[in-house]
């Protein structure tokens, strides 16, 4: 079992606030972890010392080439997370980013996974 990190609730605070301020998000539990879905698909996954790795972090989905670009460049706040890493996923550490970057971020990986239309109707007003 998982032992959880300090702050870790304060950090999923910050997370669930910015996803809920979405449209069409939904939060359920999913590997253990609240995880953030729009349309059905998984956008974003809150990851607290998964396997005992030491961060206190979110999963995000990212554009192709995104994760190469913010691990490359800023290794002290991006992470290459497990299992969805290979897909171009992108791990944020929450003690290393502010919450203007972090729900554009976020909003960047609700935008990649969000259904075209339900996306195309919000902008309608």
Not at 39 to 63: C, E, K, P, Q, S
Not at 98 to 104: C, N, R, T
Request: hydrophobic letters at 40%; aromatic letters at 8%.
């Amino acid at each position: 079992m998982k032992s959880p990190l300090p702050d870790s609730e304060a950090h999923l605070k910050r997370v669930r606030s910015i996803c809920a301020a979405l449209p069409g998000t939904e939060e359920r539990l999913s590997h253990g972890e609240p995880t953030f879905f729009t349309g059905g698909r998984t956008f974003a996954m809150f990851a607290n010392n998964h396997h005992h790795d030491g961060h206190i972090g979110v999963w995000i989905a990212a554009a192709p080439g995104v994760q190469q670009m913010l691990v490359g460049t800023r290794g002290d706040v991006f992470f290459r997370p497990p299992y969805v890493g290979v897909r171009g996923w992108v791990g944020v550490e929450l003690e290393r980013i502010d919450d203007e970057e972090l729900a554009s971020l976020l909003t960047d990986a609700w935008r990649l996974i969000t259904p075209k239309r339900r996306e195309g109707a919000n902008r309608r007003g």
